[in-house]
């Protein structure tokens, strides 16, 4: 059984730093594609961050370029996102997600499981 489980969210304010983390097991690591989506009530979902279990590789949203990096390691079925200079725009549900391919991820914003999701709430 696939599960993804977050921690890591909370309040911050504007200009500080979370560091999230997603639990996975029930798959193969280094056979996926791992993903971090957040949503906002309203808005239409954003894929932020991915990373490539084949090779490492990882892919951000422009909006987050420069100010997130997602790591992972492999040895513990973890995957990171740690979250610098964070603006109030930021403020969202995190959800570590695991992906058929990239472009399911990003062209389609779909994943084929979810973990529960944690808020970052950043305040101006």
């Known amino acids: 059984e696939v599960q993804l489980v977050e921690s890591g969210g909370g309040l911050v304010q504007a200009g500080g730093s979370l560091r999230l983390s997603c639990a996975t097991s029930?798959?193969?690591?280094?056979?996926?594609?791992i993903g971090w989506f957040r949503q906002v009530p309203g808005k239409e979902r954003e894929a932020v961050s991915s990373?490539?279990?084949?090779?490492?590789?990882?892919h951000y949203a422009d909006s987050v370029k420069g100010r997130f990096t997602m790591s992972s390691d492999s040895a513990k079925n973890m995957i990171y996102l740690q979250m610098n200079s964070l603006k109030p725009e930021d403020t969202a549900v995190y959800y570590c997600?695991?992906?058929?391919?990239?472009?399911?991820?990003?062209?389609?914003?779909?994943?084929?499981?979810w973990g529960q999701g944690t808020q970052v709430t950043v305040s101006s």
């Open positions: 997600v695991l992906a058929p391919d990239s472009s399911a991820l990003w062209v389609l914003r779909v994943a084929d499981y």
């Open positions: 029930g798959f193969n690591f280094n056979d996926q594609v």
């Open positions: 990373i490539s279990g084949y090779d490492g590789t990882t």
